[in-house]
């Protein structure tokens, strides 16, 4: 309940940030650190899929855990083919039915004016991708490269940790990433985010064990909080520039604005580690209050991740264009944004009720016969 609780944040401020001019969106943690949802969504994805797949491959092989693993990417390709397609006939439609052909450019599908065919080509290919439809081809790829790396975290759980650490650092220093289409590389550079991935998987398959006496330390709990309140500091700085000049010098602004997402920066790292041992410690996943009502929506959209993520994507688009047409007001804003979250809770609602109609009714018990009469004399 603790891992769905967090994906569904995960899921709805994805939501929330993929509206710009918003201010319901400054609940989210991207305002007030270094991380933001990505990088949760990234690093679940990565516990949930080696717990998933680590016990299938142990007791079935790896033949029979990595088919399985093909099988799940099959399923995150189809969404995104299907999600893709959606999206960009919205966009179109949106431009032609309002006459508004910067919207084209704004959400990076005006390729398809010009080139139709060869823009789809490398949209089936994962190399084109319009705006806000970043996070699934990387959780496509990562996937698709793990079973061989959960093989080895199952062998060597830190020696593939290290390498993916080394793979991280080589890719920063070399420039390592994959090409974008029509032009420039994506925009989650695989190379170096797979490390929040591996951290995950790591994580479940014994690191948060290992890891336990630096998560409970009192120098960590220490030095998280300053590190916590530097990051909250450097990114009200980037987020009021201005004002940001004027209270620190120009060398240290630089070096962490503006935040270097793409390659994951080691900073953002650094911020998302602390967050993820401080909520392992004070946020245990026997905790009572993953029970409590308040909780159950981002429960249950956390365990219906993948359809609840693709729809707030759409939703973003709709809750976009809502405001552009609308006075975009703060009403207007907070209708877009709870009417949104609302839609993506009730498509989890409908898909964990559907799901269960697909299984069996219980079989009723039979019925208790009655005990003989053993003395050998009749009933009263």
């Known amino acids: ?28 943690t991207r305002n007030y650190g270094f991380s933001d949802a990505a990088d949760l969504f990234v690093f679940i994805s990565g516990y949930t899929a080696s717990f998933v797949y680590a016990k299938m491959m142990l007791e079935r092989g790896f ?8 099988k799940r990417v099959w399923q995150l390709y189809v969404a995104h083919v299907i999600l893709f397609v959606i999206y960009i006939a919205a966009i179109g439609w949106v431009a032609q039915r309002y006459n ?18 060869q823009t789809l080509t490398n949209g089936l290919l994962l190399k084109f991708k319009p705006l806000n439809l970043d996070v699934l081809p990387l959780y496509i790829v990562l996937m698709g490269f793990f079973p061989p790396v959960l093989w080895m975290m199952l062998r060597k759980p830190d020696l593939t940790m290290l390498a993916s650490l080394a793979l991280y ?16 590389t994506w ?30 330390s009192k120098v960590l709990l220490y030095f998280g909080i300053v590190y916590l309140l530097f990051s909250l500091v450097m990114t009200m700085a980037g987020r009021f520039p201005d004002y940001g000049h004027m209270i620190m010098p120009e060398w240290l602004f630089d070096a962490f604005n503006p935040n270097d997402k793409t390659n994951l920066a080691p900073y953002r790292v ?18 009572k209050g993953l029970e409590w009502p ?33 006075s975009g007001s703060f009403l207007a804003q907070l209708f877009v944004s709870v009417g949104g979250i609302a839609i ?16 069996p009714l219980p079989k009723p018990a039979p019925a208790a016969s009655k005990p003989a009469d053993t003395t050998g004399n009749s009933a009263e």
């Open 100 to 117: 508004d052909p910067d919207i084209i450019n704004e959400f990076n599908v005006a390729g398809l004016v010009d080139n139709p065919i």
């Open 270 to 287: 650094l911020h998302f580690v602390i967050i993820a041992f401080f909520v392992t410690r004070f946020v245990p996943k026997e905790w």
């Open 294 to 326: 308040v909780f159950r929506p981002l429960i249950k959209c956390g365990q219906q991740s993948l359809a609840v993520f693709c729809v707030g994507v759409f939703l973003s688009f709709v809750g976009h264009f809502q405001l552009m047409m609308s």
């Open 1 to 28: 309940m603790r891992l769905d609780l967090f994906r569904g944040i995960a899921n709805w401020a994805i939501f929330l940030d993929h509206i710009p001019d918003n201010v319901v969106n400054w609940v989210t």
């Open 63 to 70: 033949i029979v855990g990595a088919t399985r693993l093909t």
């Open 344 to 359: 993506m809770t009730c498509v989890a609602y409908y898909i964990s009720w559907s799901k269960k109609q697909d299984k």
């Open 169 to 184: 650092f080589a890719a920063r220093q070399f420039g390592w990433n994959l090409p974008a289409y029509p032009y420039g």
């Open 187 to 216: 925009y989650f550079n695989p190379f170096t985010w797979q490390l929040l991935f591996v951290f995950g998987a790591w994580f479940a398959l014994g690191g948060a064990l290992e890891s336990r006496s630096v998560i409970r």
